[in-house]
Nanobody, 124 residues
């Protein structure tokens, strides 16, 4: 079992920054892929970024490339999402996800473990 707890959400003005954290507990294998997804009201949950636990390889949605950075601290079992140059369209609940067998990192259904989400609101 893996438990994921997100933190760091909040209200920020457009152009501002936030850093989200995802603390993982339980049996974290080196093969795990850690992902961030987001869901705005009335919309599908969408991929934001992902990172491989062992090598640190990363992937990003086109909408956040150059603005968001995903990273991990293996010693702390924590994954981060640094969000810069935030836009009102980034407003959503952000979820951390994990899976040991995810092959298609951008696909929501590839991930088995999910956190409870943290709200990010960007005002214009």
């Amino acid at each position: 079992q893996v438990q994921l707890v997100e933190s760091g959400g909040g209200l920020v003005q457009a152009g501002g920054s936030l850093r989200l954290s995802c603390a993982a507990s339980g049996r974290i294998l080196s093969s795990y892929i850690m992902g961030w997804f987001r869901q705005a009201p009335g919309k599908e949950r969408e991929f934001v970024a992902a990172i491989s636990w062992s090598r640190g390889n990363t992937a990003y949605a086109d909408s956040v490339k150059g603005r968001f950075t995903i990273s991990r601290d293996n010693a702390k079992n924590t994954v981060y999402l640094q969000m810069n140059s935030l836009k009102p369209e980034d407003t959503a609940v952000y979820y951390c996800a994990a899976d040991s067998y995810a092959l298609r990192w951008t696909i929501r259904t590839e991930y088995y473990y999910w956190g409870q989400g943290t709200q990010v609101t960007v005002s214009s």
